[in-house]
């Protein structure tokens, strides 16, 4: 199984504001960047509790009848009905470990705490990181602390009109 | 006058790890990546104290007679006898109306905590930003708080062979 991280972060780094308003992804303006092919290129997401409640809030659901794995020790806020939701809990390595075991071949794993942990657990394959052309000064930050450098093999990075940058590593 | 930024950075945003140490820069090889037209389109270099400290360490002098303006508070280890070196003090809007006023007109700012400030100052026009393909969990960040929002404008990106990506935005 692999496990991919699809994300838009201000050129300084952040994937959301304090408040994890998302406002300013918006800078470089509504142009395609690929989010729906890799989108359908996953059968599965990993996300956090704080990610699924900020998706829970904008009022929609994007992610279809793709099962949706929410990582919490709590009960989880009800997802709609059309949604396929289901809890768990426990390390990246057992998470991953478990998908895996159901079939599960490509991951797509969100938020930020959940990207930070499981890059430090070494189970993350791809990083797709978008740029977008604003500095905000301070928010959540897509990287976090680590137990070792991590070398990035770079496969492509693709530039956007509106100024986005695209790149995309692989991790051995 | 104008003030750029020329730096390289690991993926997740660092210039130099916690003790000052660059090492991990040569995660992408040492392929020319535009730095010394770079550096021959600048007039003068203004650093803060710390880097000015980490440059005489490697034992060379990188700069030759192009004049390096280190700000800093305090008298400053005596440069090699090649170098033109000279000390100044106060905050960056005044930084670059002393240097403008004797006739500057490109200059390139370096230095974690120097960057900072200009880009805070709102002193920087130009950034060209090469991140190495390595992610190592802590050191000295690139960017630092903001008052506000900068919006940047994105002109080009190129990527190496050897996975270095070089981003260069203007700052209106």
């Keep these: 199984m692999k496990a991919s991280v699809f994300v838009g972060v201000s050129v300084d780094g952040f994937i959301a504001r304090r408040d994890g308003a ?35 809030g904008f009022g929609g659901w994007f992610y279809g009848k793709k099962p949706v794995f929410v990582l919490s020790s709590q009960e989880l806020a009800p997802p709609p009905t059309e949604a396929v939701v289901e809890r768990m809990a426990g390390p990246p390595t057992e998470i991953v470990a478990a998908l895996a075991g159901r079939g599960f071949e490509h991951i797509y794993v969100d938020g930020g705490r959940t990207i930070q942990e499981f890059l430090r657990a070494g189970q993350i394959q791809r990083l797709i990181i978008t740029h977008v052309p604003v500095l905000i000064g301070s928010g959540i930050p897509l990287f976090g602390a680590l137990d070792r450098d991590t070398r990035l093999t770079h496969v492509d990075t693709r530039q956007y009109a509106n100024g986005l940058v695209q790149t995309e590593y692989l991790i051995a």
């Design 22 to 56: 998302l406002d300013f992804l918006d800078a470089g303006g509504g142009e395609p960047h690929g989010f729906e092919e890799f989108f359908a290129s996953v059968d599965a997401l990993v996300m956090g509790r704080k990610t699924y409640e900020t998706v829970l």
